[in-house]
């Protein structure tokens, strides 16, 4: 698989008065892709700090981070924050723990925002259909309606945040980071606030979004969340302190089996770790 993002020696410290707190530590990784990567460790172990500097969101003190998509393959530190914000809108799709939807738009609204955003090149194709005019708004709700429909949102498109269930909400707030099919989706614990069904609910989706050819990465406490990665990936005090990727076994028939191989894996994996 073709490499998407490679990342080398990246910290990043804080200071409490002149003790340093390197809460990402000389961290080297690379992404293929089309995977999908999960980032586990311990709460305060840097995961999050990690992911902010992957999406631009933050500046590193030391290292790089690389999209082998980005013009030239620079790094993030040599871009101003103009580009940095460009690159990001077009190419990188976010979600939060806590969905930040816009109470006073409808779901359908809410999903369709990135695309007023986007502006690409005079006569670049793209599978939304930027543009104006009634073909372009006609192409612009059937997409919007088709992944309401394919995810469970069909009947809601209309509603307000409000009058969704949290799942519901998070689904939605997936959809609207990911209508402009960006290359690579960021999730910080994107199913911290959800009970167990909508947390499959969810998953589910990032796993069909991921098949579809979405590059994923992914922050989680979880462990149902984390087998439904291709691998894990674990951080102490700042540092990827070791790596588990799930190979496929003979013996697996069924979806639960694959799943309990996996569960039972990573348990053992985290349980060398002092989880
Ligand atoms: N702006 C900041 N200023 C100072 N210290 C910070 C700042 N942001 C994060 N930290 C510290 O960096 C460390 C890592 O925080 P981070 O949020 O990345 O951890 P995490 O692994 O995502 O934790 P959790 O699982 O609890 O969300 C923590 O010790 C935190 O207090």
């Known amino acids: ?5 490679e990342i080398k020696n990246l910290t990043k410290k804080y200071y409490e008065g002149t003790t340093e707190n390197r809460v990402v530590d000389n961290v080297s990784m690379e ?5 999908f990567v999960v980032i ?3 709460s305060g172990s840097g995961k999050t700090s990690l992911l902010h500097l992957i999406a631009g969101i933050d500046t590193c003190d030391e290292g790089t981070v690389k999209y082998s998509i980005c013009p030239e393959g620079e790094g993030f530190g040599h871009m101003g924050e103009k580009a940095k914000a460009l690159f990001r809108r077009t190419n990188i799709g976010i979600v939060f723990q806590q969905q930040c939807l816009i109470p ?6 809410n999903i369709m925002l990135p695309m007023m955003l986007v502006r690409r090149p005079t006569g670049e194709k793209s599978h939304v259909g930027h543009g104006r005019g009634q073909d372009f ?5 059937e997409t919007i309606f088709n992944l309401c429909s394919q995810f469970g949102l069909k009947e809601h498109v209309s509603k307000y945040p409000s009058q969704l269930s949290g799942g519901q909400q998070q689904r939605a707030a997936i959809l609207r980071s990911v209508i402009n099919k960006p290359p690579i ?3 910080d614990e994107p199913t911290g606030s959800l009970n167990s069904a909508q947390t499959e609910l969810v998953m589910d989706l990032l796993n069909e979004l991921n098949r579809q050819g979405q590059t994923i990465i992914l922050v989680t406490h979880d462990m149902k969340v984390a087998i439904r ?3 894990v990936v674990y951080i102490e005090d700042g540092r990827v302190e070791g790596e588990l990727k799930f190979e496929k076994n003979e ?4 979806e639960q089996e694959r799943r309990n191989d996996r569960e039972q894996k990573l348990m053992s994996f985290l349980g060398k770790r002092g989880w």
């Open 137 to 141: 708004r006609a192409s612009r709700k």
């Open 40 to 42: 586990m460790g311990a």
């Open 1 to 5: 698989m073709e490499k998407l993002l």
């Open 229 to 231: 990665g291709e691998r």
């Open 251 to 254: 013996y697996e028939e069924t």
């Open 185 to 187: 989706l960021l999730c």
């Open 31 to 35: 992404v293929k892709k089309g995977e």
């Open 104 to 109: 006073d738009l409808t779901v359908y609204e």
